[in-house]
T-cell receptor, first 112, second 115 residues
Framework: DAKTTQPNSMESNEEEPVHLPCNHS???????IHWYRQLPSQGPEYVIH???SNVNNRMASLAIAEDRKSSTLILHRATLRDAAVYYC?????????????FGAGTRLFVKA | EAGVAQSPRYKIIEKRQSVAFWCNPI?????LYWYQQILGQGPKLLIQ????????DSQLPKDRFSAERLKGVDSTLKIQPAKLEDSAVYLC?????????????FGNGTRLTVT
């Protein structure tokens, strides 16, 4: 199973952009890159996903490296409500590799 | 749309007792997942259903855990008998289809404490 590597924690100031990195050097051509975040006492929440091209939605942007071996989740202006654990995972689009495996994620601290 | 519903929200039992968790996925979602999340760790996949069939249960401790999804909608996860190490949050998630980049939608989980 393809796996991801993320820093254990990161810190940001409120109102500033945050770049959360993820390495997935063993990614296959059919793996989608998904990001989820988990607030305290809640289940993980979908943030964004992509395959090859950069993606934007109302919550964040996803920048995918040209070789797809790494990606970066971008929060354009961090707020205190963005403090959470962020998970980068890979999901296979094909008939194999159904597993959606979560790592330990990155805990984001946001300072006022 | 209504989200994934789970109950109960909290459960405390003694070791060797039995417990069951219930999940109602988002309407129309064909794929349903059960995850176990131990404090400080990421969610660990236990079992995955496509409609009412099991797609993957390789991480499910089958000597004590069982799960079913009757009629391809609601699902129940059971532990019998419970051990201390089963203390965790049990998360249910659903997705519209299997694969194809379909996002997972999670419930808020059931927090199980085994004493």
């Amino acid at each position: 199973d393809a796996k991801t590597t993320q820093p254990n924690s990161m810190e940001s100031n409120e109102e500033e952009p945050v770049h959360l990195p993820c390495n997935h050097s063993t990614i296959s051509g059919t793996d989608y890159i998904h990001w989820y975040r988990q607030l305290p006492s809640q289940g993980p929440e979908y943030v964004i996903h992509g395959l090859t091209s950069n993606v934007n939605n109302r919550m964040a942007s996803l920048a995918i490296a040209e070789d797809r071996k790494s990606s970066t989740l971008i929060l354009h202006r961090a707020t205190l409500r963005d403090a959470a654990v962020y998970y980068c995972i890979l999901r296979d689009v094909g008939t194999g590799g159904f597993k959606t495996i979560f790592g330990a994620g990155t805990r984001l601290f946001v300072k006022a | 749309e209504a989200g994934v519903a789970q109950s109960p929200r909290y459960k405390i039992i003694e070791k060797r007792q039995s417990v069951a968790f219930w999940c109602n996925p988002i309407s129309g979602h064909a794929t349903l997942y059960w995850y176990q999340q131990i404090l400080g760790q990421g969610p660990k996949l236990l079992i995955q259903f496509q409609n009412n069939g099991v797609v993957d249960d390789s991480q499910l401790p089958k000597d004590r855990f069982s799960a079913e999804r009757l009629k391809g909608v609601d699902s129940t996860l059971k532990i019998q008998p419970a051990k201390l190490e089963d203390s965790a949050v049990y998360l249910c998630a659903s997705s519209l289809v299997l694969g194809f980049g379909s996002p997972l939608h999670f419930g808020n989980g059931t927090r199980l404490t085994v004493t």
